[in-house]
């Protein structure tokens, strides 16, 4: 029982294609985020949706462009890939309003060529 | 603006040491996490420390919070070659919603 899921796993492609990865999670939280990891390992957080409201939406280029289309899914879709955006991409969820921590997917490891 | 600061950044140790990792952070919160990744997975939850004087212990990792110092301790006993990973520590800027991590502790313990 996977309690955060994205897809794919490994996404590789050329500079200018545009991608989508998915996220669900079956934990019935409110809350669902992404994150970029990069190589040295730093974790920055993208997007925050609420209940399919975007709440966070950090300093990220507009080619990034979350959907939510229930509270239990958040996509992220790329537009035009550039070598930069080569990363871990992680998508968590939580419940508001208690402090029990963020559960993290197993990551997409996005390659640009 | 809220920052979370870990040191040391790289922690290479060996087995049967003894090690504290530091968490720092820049404004007022009453909660902080830590959390561990392995190479290659995804981060797992390992404490979560709810108010001042907060101490939580799993096997030979224990974690504290002193909110007036705005510090999070995570101290390693008798190191095994297990735990090796990164520890991140992570702060709650508003609510949960707003999660700032530390740039993570690479632990290498070695035989």
């Known amino acids: 029982d996977t309690a955060v899921s994205q897809t794919p796993k490994y996404l590789v492609t050329q500079m200018g294609n545009d991608k989508s990865i998915k996220c669900e999670q079956n934990?019935?939280?409110?809350?669902m985020y992404w994150y970029k990891q990069d190589s040295k390992k730093f974790l920055k957080i993208m997007f925050s949706?609420?209940?399919?409201?975007?709440?966070i939406n950090e300093t990220v280029p507009n080619r990034f462009s979350p959907k939510s289309p229930d509270k239990a899914h958040l996509n992220l879709h790329i537009n035009s890939l550039e070598l930069g955006d080569s990363a871990v991409y992680f998508c968590?969820?939580?419940?508001?309003?208690?402090?029990?921590?963020?559960?993290f997917g197993d990551g997409t490891r996005l390659s640009i060529l | 603006e809220l920052k979370v600061e870990q040191n040391p950044l790289f922690l290479s140790m060996q087995e049967g040491k003894n090690y504290t990792i530091y968490c720092n952070y820049s404004?007022?919160?009453?909660?902080l996490y830590w959390y561990r990744q392995d190479p290659g997975k995804s981060l797992e939850s390992l404490f979560v420390?709810?108010?001042?004087?907060a101490v939580k212990q799993e096997g030979r990792l224990m974690a504290s919070l002193d909110t007036k110092a705005r510090l999070s301790t995570l101290h390693i006993t008798a190191a095994v070659h297990d735990l090796s990973a990164t520890y991140f520590c992570?702060?709650?800027?508003?609510?949960?919603?707003?999660?700032?991590f530390g740039a993570g502790t690479r632990l290498t313990v070695k035989p």
């Open positions: 968590a969820s939580s419940q508001t309003d208690t402090y029990q921590p963020q559960h």
């Open positions: 934990l019935g939280h409110d809350t």
């Open positions: 949706y609420n209940n399919k409201e975007l709440i």
């Open positions: 404004t007022t919160s009453d909660r």
């Open positions: 420390l709810l108010s001042n004087g």
């Open positions: 992570a702060v709650p800027l508003y609510n949960n919603n707003d999660m700032r």
